[in-house]
């Protein structure tokens, strides 16, 4: 039961997320089991964390929102399922909490937004297609969100990243292509540098694949900014 998902919410603070079906918040300075643990309705596949609240994508194409209160007790406050097809492998809050960005395996992106929870979007939910090269479609492995702007990247395993302004709907601009597939992605502080993790995510199964790497990026304000109307 793999611990599939792993994130450090504060010095002493981290949220674990597993196979194993649970979801559980621990203290690294005192414990040796969590401070709370919650059932998930499935395989933990992806997570974010933002302001007080954890997203977890699972098997059985569920998101859950979990309330994580004072770092001491957690909570599913909302538990629907994906409006993607298929598996999810990868979400992310957007920056303002007001809505989620999740990846699937089948080279689709979908926009929510998390009316349910009386956070009003004003937007309807929707998804595009993408890391797709003929008639041969590759999974999402990766979103992440521009500190500054809003908009977002896209990894996937064609070894492409593009980069997306997921509110009005545009592609802004793609990168050039890595040797293997991109695993996972990072912003800096202000978004003027992207950390790409060039890695073989084993969609064809075991075969030879060029070594892992990772590369930083600096940005350009083009690349990533909206598009004036």
């Known amino acids: 039961n793999a611990c599939s998902c792993l994130s450090a919410i504060s010095p002493s603070t981290v949220l674990s997320a597993g196979w194993d079906c649970s979801f559980c918040l621990w203290d690294i300075r005192t414990k040796s089991t969590p401070v709370s643990k919650i059932n998930l309705p499935g395989k933990a596949f992806g997570m974010d964390y933002l302001d007080g609240r954890a997203v977890v994508a699972t098997s059985g194409r569920r998101t859950c929102i979990i309330d994580v209160k004072a770092a001491i007790h957690a909570n599913i406050v909302l538990d629907r399922e994906s409006s993607l097809k298929y598996q999810t492998r990868t979400v992310k809050f957007f920056p303002d909490g007001r809505g989620l960005a999740l990846g699937s395996i089948e080279g689709r992106v979908a926009i929510e937004f998390l009316d349910e929870l009386g956070i009003e979007s004003g937007k309807k939910k929707y998804a595009f297609k993408c ?31 593009v980069l997306w302004d997921g509110l009005n709907k545009k592609k802004l601009s793609s990168l050039p292509k890595f040797n293997t597939s991109v695993a996972a992605l990072a912003f800096n502080h202000d978004g003027s540098e992207l950390a790409i993790a060039s890695s073989y995510t084993f969609e064809e199964g075991e075969r030879e694949h060029p070594r892992d790497e990772i590369f930083v990026r600096e940005m350009q304000i083009s690349e990533c900014k909206p598009k004036s109307k």
């Open 131 to 161: 890391h797709r090269v003929g008639d041969t479609i590759y999974p999402v492995n990766a979103i992440e969100f521009h500190p500054t702007f809003g908009t977002f990247a896209t990894g996937g395993c064609d070894g492409t990243v």
